[in-house]
């Protein structure tokens, strides 16, 4: 999933909890759920690794990681200032989990991040597997209504 819808949901939830700690925590949670919706991406990573479609890959995540900071600098620049710690930290517990998949798979330190690793994308494929007989969706379909899902998500955060 998009790390901008991520992002979008992180602020969302820390807007409905405002206790940082809660906000971190249910977002965190959150990837977890937003991750198994079918979105197009399953293959990438493998595509990544096996040398095959680099390219894209890095394309897609570059362009993902600079609409997210705009879209994070948006939200939080138009909420009242009351709910900004809970709705960074709702951001931040949202979009951790695939940073620590990234260190993994930048580092492949420690048997923790081996683990998480495998479970988020274990939790990644779980829908896929469960209703689609393991057949992810098009990647070009999940890119069209992840941009329409973040849309509309990013309106509805930036609140204020
Ligand atoms: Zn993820």
Do not use: C
């Not at 979105?39 to 493998?46: I, Q, R």
């Not at 469960?130 to 992840?146: E, L, M, N, T």
Request: zero cysteines; a positive charge; hydrophobic letters at 50%.
């Amino acid at each position: 999933m998009f790390v901008t819808t991520h992002a979008a949901i992180g602020a969302l939830v820390g807007v409905v909890v405002p206790s940082p700690t809660a906000a971190f925590s249910l977002g965190f949670l959150s990837h977890f759920l937003v991750d198994r919706i079918p979105h197009g991406d399953e293959h990438m990573l493998d595509g990544y690794k096996s040398g095959d479609k680099i390219k894209r890959a890095v394309a897609y995540v570059s362009i993902d990681a600079v609409i997210a900071m705009y879209v994070t600098l948006l939200i939080l620049s138009n909420a009242p200032p009351h709910l900004h710690a809970a709705m960074k930290w709702g951001l931040i517990g949202s979009i951790l989990p695939d940073l620590l998949v990234g260190v993994y798979e930048v580092t492949k330190i420690g048997p923790f991040f081996r683990r998480f690793t495998a479970y988020h994308h274990k939790n990644h494929h779980h829908w896929i597997g469960k209703y689609r007989k393991g057949k992810d969706i098009p990647f070009k379909w999940g890119v069209a209504y992840q941009v329409v899902a973040a849309l509309v998500l990013v309106k509805i955060a930036v609140i204020g």
